[in-house]
Nanobody, 114 residues
Framework: QVQLVESGGGLVQPGGSLRLSCAAS????????MAWYRQAPGKQRELVAT???????NYVDSVKGRFTISRDNAKKTVYLQMNNLKPDDTAVYYC????????WGKGALVTVSS
């Protein structure tokens, strides 16, 4: 059974940092492309960052230069380092794994507020 479990969310002030983690189990992690999505209240889910099995990364324009996605295949974990957070980054962040089939975590809430 495939499981993706996000952690590291919470409340942070504008300008602060958080690191999200997503621990995977039940799949051959290294061959999967991994991604982080987010969904803000009243908005559609959007793709934030991706990292392929070859370690190629891509980001939505709004987070470029502030967020960094990385992966540790030995730990079967993908990370999202988020710096200089803004109130618009407030959302539930979801981990996604895809290789023919797509799997989702349950999400981690990130709230950026003073």
């Amino acid at each position: 059974q495939v499981q993706l479990v996000e952690s590291g969310g919470g409340l942070v002030q504008p300008g602060g940092s958080l690191r999200l983690s997503c621990a995977a189990s039940g799949l051959s992690f290294s061959i999967y492309a991994m991604a982080w999505y987010r969904q803000a209240p009243g908005k559609q889910r959007e793709l934030v960052a991706t990292i392929t099995s070859e370690l190629r990364t891509n980001y939505v324009d709004s987070v470029k230069g502030r967020f960094t996605i990385s992966r540790d295949n030995a730990k079967k974990t993908v990370y999202l380092q988020m710096n200089n957070l803004k109130p618009d980054d407030t959302a539930v962040y979801y981990c996604n794994a895809r290789y023919a089939i797509s799997y989702w975590g349950k999400g981690a809430l990130v709230t950026v507020s003073s």
